[in-house]
Structures are given as C-alpha cells and as structure tokens.
C-alpha cells in the first residue's frame, strides 16, 4: 500500500498562469478530500468526492479552483489564474467511505506562485 | 467559536519527559483523529479514536464524546516526537474533517 500519491512534490507557477495538481487515492477508498494548509490560516477543508461524484465543495474557493474525479484511481485539483494568496501546501486524503472512518494524507503539493 | 480547540500551544520537554494534550470540540463533531506533522513534513495519523482509549507505543489516546474532549498522552518523550500535533474531527452534516490549530512539541536532550 503505496499510500495516498500526490503529485508534483513541489510546483512554482507565474501570477496568471494555471496549476494541476494530482491525487492518487488509496485502491479500495470511496472517499477523496482535498485540503490547504498554510501557516496562516492552518489547515483548511477545500472539497470532497464519494464514489467520484462530488458531494461537498463548501470549502472551494467560488473563482478559479475546480476539482474533478474522472476515475476512482484520481482527482485533480486545478487553479486557473494562480494568485500570490495561492500559494499554500495542498493536501489530498482519502478514507474508506465518508461514515466514520480514518482518514490517511498524501504528502501533499506545496504551490508557490511568484 | 473554534470547534476544535487545542492545549497547550506549544510545549518544551526534556527528553524522557511525559505530556499532556488536550483537544476540545463542540457538539457537530465526532471521529475524532490525531495526526502528527513534522515541519514541511506530511500529515500522519497517529489515532484514529471516535471514543474510549487507545494505545500505541508511547501513546495514548482518550476520547470521552460526552465531556467533548480528546488527549494524547506522550509518556518518555523522545527528540523524535518533536513536532506538531494536530487533532480533527467530522461534523455530523458534512464530512470534511475540522482541524485545531495544534500543538508543537520541542523534545530536548
């Protein structure tokens, strides 16, 4: 068991320009959440999808950031015009299902944008 | 308010040291998870304890759901337990986890 797979590790973009991120979820967990951790505000819940389809995307931010989940093998995370305020550490997890399970982290993406 | 609230802030310790921390959260949580992170570091969960007690090594983990309230206990802190601990919760209409603030621990020789 490989873990929860992020990719990349580390991703510097210009203001402007648009930014994936990757996830791969643990095999076998319905559960995929996306959150952002930055020293400021700590961790923060973005959104989250069971069974692919997304349920819960209170935490998005209304502009530019969008999720999908076209597989149960992955779900990226995508910022169109990246901002300075962007920059954070993106973390992706996943769980078993959503009813009161453990939750396991991937190591995250840490955005930069300069 | 804070739905998870976490105890102390930070904490200093000479190794061999055993700690306390506390987590309170409000009534919309359950499933409460301690993670640990080292700096620039990943999340890792230590406990996963909706309730009762738990114990891994070193730790222990007591939830008690009616007083609202979660600890981790660190017995012989050791230099490599240095780092922030983080304690999260479910609300009960959404399932994103609520995270506290955490509580960095400094372990010394």
């Known amino acids: 068991n490989a873990g929860v797979i992020q990719t990349p590790r580390h991703k510097v973009t210009g203001k402007g320009q648009e930014a994936t991120l990757w996830c791969e979820p643990i095999s076998g967990h319905s559960a995929v959440f996306w959150y952002r951790q930055t020293i400021v505000q700590g961790l923060e819940f973005l959104t989250y999808?069971?069974?692919?389809?997304?349920?819960?995307d209170s935490g998005m931010p209304k502009e530019r950031f969008s999720a999908q989940m076209p597989n149960q093998s992955h779900s990226t995370l995508k910022i169109q015009s990246t901002q300075p305020q962007d920059s954070a550490v993106y973390l992706c997890?996943?769980?078993?299902?959503?009813?009161?399970?453990?939750?396991?982290f991937g190591k995250g993406t840490r955005l930069t944008v300069v | 308010g804070q739905q998870v609230q976490q105890s102390p802030t930070s904490l200093v310790l000479q190794e061999g040291e055993n700690a306390e921390l506390q987590c309170n959260f409000s009534t919309s949580l359950n499933s409460m998870q301690w993670f640990y992170q080292r700096p620039g570091g990943s999340l890792v969960s230590v406990f996963y304890n909706p309730s009762g007690t738990k114990q891994s090594g070193r730790l222990t983990s007591t939830t008690v759901i009616k007083e609202r309230r979660s600890s981790l206990h660190i017995s012989s802190s050791q230099i490599t337990d240095s780092g922030t601990y983080l304690c999260a919760g479910k609300n009960n209409y959404a399932q994103g986890l609520t995270f506290g603030l955490g509580t960095r621990v400094s372990v010394f020789p």
């Open positions: 997890a996943s769980s078993r299902d959503t009813a009161n399970t453990e939750v396991f």
């Open positions: 999808f069971r069974n692919q389809a997304p349920i819960d």
